[in-house]
């Protein structure tokens, strides 16, 4: 058969793609349901969009690639849609906003768009045998009778999550057109730490202000069994390279030395680590303790020692030994590098009518909504090029 558009891949980017597509769409996924990603997506919930969506929250080899996608269909334009559709939703934190109900109310919507349009949706269905001659696109289904295609829309996503189906497709159909692969790893990931240090107060968490590679975050951090977890340090993780360290700040709202100085005199006889246990979780202070001298009361401390201890809290540094992978990576830093696709349309410059969207390219968003924003942007730039 002779389809106007193929998309591959029934994820996010795939379906908003197809939907808006126009003409005859065949949409293909290998899973046995579309979006998947979005149904286990913010804890069920579905952190769609983010009320703050800007450029600055994207990471790439090329920071101003995501700006046109991005101004070009925002964050407004999916609350508009999500809004026409009913779907009740509210701002969680950080302008994150999420479903009241759950995550299948966008999936629903993305499906009823999917059948208005008359898109063709093939589920537990590879692509195989997939070239370009001529002006078309000739492609098998499961390997058996070939079809063609005007234009073919790669939304495979990323390399996150393999046991949901994640896989390399996207950048093998990248090479195969001549595009380059920017380094790949996994990002919005847990910390590891082979000596699992943490153990003894896993499930402990506290506001932190994490940095790595001089990108600072002020969110929740997580003790765990095997490292270091929570906000903050997911969004440290997207910028971080094996061997790095991070610098933890501990209570980061919070003047430490002023406070300590003010108890010294008001409070001279409470214990150091009573004070601080009114700062930090107890469980945590317990740990520390163990690692640095929290000794004595507050009368007996000077200038010098609470120099130094306000160092080692504020300045904590860590080397992680790894991350947790893609087994649990939300995204996937890196991608289809975006030297060679328009940012106005992501059609491929060396191929034309062969186009990429969503997180196969190299354009990762911080945690917040703003991977959900990318896949609808980046879509919808492709759509209305169709
Ligand atoms: P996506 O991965 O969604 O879709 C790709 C599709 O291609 C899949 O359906 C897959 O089966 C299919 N596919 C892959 N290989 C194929 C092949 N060879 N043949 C056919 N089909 C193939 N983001 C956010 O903004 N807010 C949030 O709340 C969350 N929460 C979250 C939780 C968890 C646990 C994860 C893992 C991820 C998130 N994310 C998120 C990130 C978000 O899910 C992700 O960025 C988008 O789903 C990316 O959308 P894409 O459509 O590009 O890929």
Known sequence: ?????????????????????????????HAKAPGEKIRISGGGRCNFTNLYCDP???????????KSALARYTQWDFIDLVDRHGIPWHEKTLGQLFCDNSAKDIIGMLRGLLQASGVELHLQTEITDFAKSNET????????????????VIATGGKSIPKMGATGFAYDIA???????????????????????FADISGVSCPARVTANGTSFDEAMLFTHRGLSGPAILQASSYWDAGDRIKVHLAPETDLGATLRDKRTADGKKALTTELARHLPARLVDHLSTQMDLSGRLGDLSDARIDALIHDLTQWQLTPGGTEGY????????????EQISSKTMESQTTPGLYFIGE???????????NFQWAWSSAMATARHL
């Open 1 to 29: 058969m002779n389809f106007d558009t193929l998309v591959i891949g029934a994820g996010a980017a795939g379906m908003m793609c197809a939907a808006h597509a126009g003409g005859r769409v065949l949409l293909v996924d």
């Open 56 to 66: 600055h929250a994207f990471i790439s080899e090329n920071p101003h690639f995501a």
């Open 137 to 152: 696109f000739t492609f098998t289904l499961n390997g058996t009778n070939q079809h063609t295609a005007r234009n073919t």
């Open 360 to 370: 196969a390219l190299d354009v990762t968003g911080w945690l917040g909504g703003y």
């Open 327 to 338: 087994r649990t990576a939300e995204v996937t830093r890196g991608g289809v590098a975006t």
């Open 175 to 197: 090479r195969q057109f001549g595009h380059r692969i920017t380094a790949t790893e996994p990002a919005l990931v847990p910390f590891t730490f082979p000596d699992r240090r």
